[in-house]
Structure formats: structure tokens, C-alpha cells
């Protein structure tokens, strides 16, 4: 991180973390709960206090150069976009934006663009056929668990500079714990967001969107940085968002007409 800002025309913050990305990470999960807080606000002084709160996080998000984060921060405002006004209309519009994406890489380039790609995401990219190709070594039960950085070396890259950590958190679960434990870690995601979105374009509430819209965020930014099982916030969002949506189940003794949301 030291050498990267001594050298490069731009300085990236990286605050306590000596990491952007994580860094990034916070700041992106911290706004998409204020802009969930801002979009149902309906005081006044809600509104002014809260988008304050959001100026000055993008402030401070905005100089970690975070790809990753930048991502997250969308992602968790696209899943309020289409809890507020129209899920189709907001799948619509992501389709569109992914699609473009995909053209853009596609058509200017070819394999030039996946190299340009893969040195602007500091190596993800060969990080990424690496895993796949460790998984297809080990389909069933991979390396181990916390294997990817001696196993990448091993088996993938023997004469480059050592890989510390994988970016991409399926990724990396495919080639230490094979299909055994991507299957559980897609069960636990999918399992999360049915729990966290059940009901919610019906029935809104602020609390549960907040948590959802987060939990989104999360994921999409462990897609490019990992760091989901190890993250604390992930088992905080699980929690909480598990107890809400307990708490709006059909019956429940705390889900009486009017109550405080």
C-alpha cells in the first residue's frame, strides 16, 4: 500500500485498515443503511441531517479508488431502488448496465481487454482462473481450509511472487472445501436473502430493507475482496436480519398492527 501511493499519479485513503478496499467496504455498508434511513425519511430535518451523513461518507469513500466498494455501494442501492419504487423496473435497469459491461470488454479488445482488466484489478482475474482451476484439480473436497495462498502456489503460479489471500470469495470456498462447501456456502446465501426479503414488497419495513439492501452489498463486495466468513458484520446482518424477519412472521406475538418499525 506504501509503495502503490509513492509511485501512482493518485493517493488512495486507506484510514486504520491499511486497506482501501476494506476500508471502502465500511464506508459503502455504512451508506447504504443511511440512504435506506434517507429514502423512507419524512421529517425535514431527517432528510437534511441524513443526506449530510451521506455526502460526507461518499466523501470519504471516494478517495479509496475501491472498484470493489464503488460496486457494494450500488448494488445495496439498486435493492432499495426496487423496494421503493419497481423491482422490475430496477432489474431492468441492471440487466441493461451488465450487459453494456460485458460489450464494452468484448468489443474493444478481446484478450488484450481481459489482460487490461486483469493488471486493474491488481491480478483477480488470474486469481479467479487459478481458483477454478485448483477446483478442477479437487472437484469434490479441495485443498483445505485457508489452503488457496500455498495451494495457488503450488499447483498454479510456482514462479511468481507468493499470493497472500484470494479476492473472490466462491471462489476460493471451491478450491479449499470443493463442492461439499460451496454447496453449503450457497445454501447459507440463498437461505439469507429469502429470509431477509420474505414479505418485504408487501408488508415494507425500514429496519428489514436496511439489512437486506446491506447484506446485498456485502456479498457483491465479497465477490471482488472475500472476506465473508471472516467479516463480523456478515454474522451481524444474519442475526439481525433473521430476528426482524422472525419478528414480522405471520403470528408472531411482536407483529401487532401499528407497532413501531
Request: positive net charge; proline residues 3%; glycine residues 8%.
Amino acid at each position: 500500500m506504501i509503495r502503490s501511493n509513492e509511485f501512482h499519479t493518485y493517493f488512495r485513503v486507506n484510514s486504520v485498515f491499511w486497506d482501501p478496499n476494506i476500508y471502502g467496504r465500511y464506508l459503502a455498508l455504512v451508506a447504504v443503511v443511511a440512504m435506506s434511513a434517507l429514502l423512507w425519511a419524512r421529517e425535514r430535518r431527517s432528510v437534511a441531517l441524513l443526506t449530510v451523513l451521506v455526502a460526507v461518507l461518499w466523501l470519504g469513500l471516494f478517495p479509496t479508488f475501491s472498484q470493489s466498494s464503488f460496486a457494494a455501494l450500488l448494488a445495496g442501492l439498486a435493492v432499495l431502488a426496487a423496494l421503493k419504487w419497481s423491482l422490475r423496473w430496477t432489474l431492468a435497469a441492471v440487466g441493461a448496465f451488465v450487459v453494456l459491461g460485458v460489450l464494452v470488454v468484448l468489443l474493444t479488445g478481446g484478450r488484450a481487454s481481459l489482460d487490461r482488466i486483469n493488471i486493474d484489478t491488481s491480478g483477480r482475474a488470474n486469481l479467479v482462473s487459478g481458483g477454478i482451476h485448483l477446483f478442477a484439480q479437487r472437484p469434490v473436497y479441495g485443498y483445505g481450509s485457508g489452503s488457496f495462498p500455498k495451494a495457488y502456489r503450488e499447483h498454479v503460479e510456482t514462479h511468481k511472487a507468493p499470493v497472500s489471500v484470494s479476492h473472490t470469495e466462491p471462489i476460493t470456498i471451491a478450491a479449499e472445501q470443493g463442492i461439499l462447501g460451496l454447496g453449503a456456502y450457497i445454501a447459507l446465501v440463498l437461505t439469507a436473502l429469502w429470509t431477509m426479503a420474505a414479505g418485504l414488497l408487501k408488508r415494507m419495513s425500514v429496519a428489514r430493507a436496511a439489512v437486506l439492501a446491506t447484506f446485498v452489498a456485502l456479498l457483491v463486495h465479497t465477490m471482488a475482496y472475500a472476506g465473508f466468513f471472516e467479516d463480523p458484520i456478515t454474522w451481524v446482518l444474519l442475526a439481525v436480519g433473521a430476528s426482524l424477519a422472525a419478528a414480522d412472521w405471520p403470528g408472531a406475538s411482536s407483529s401487532a398492527p401499528g407497532r413501531a418499525r
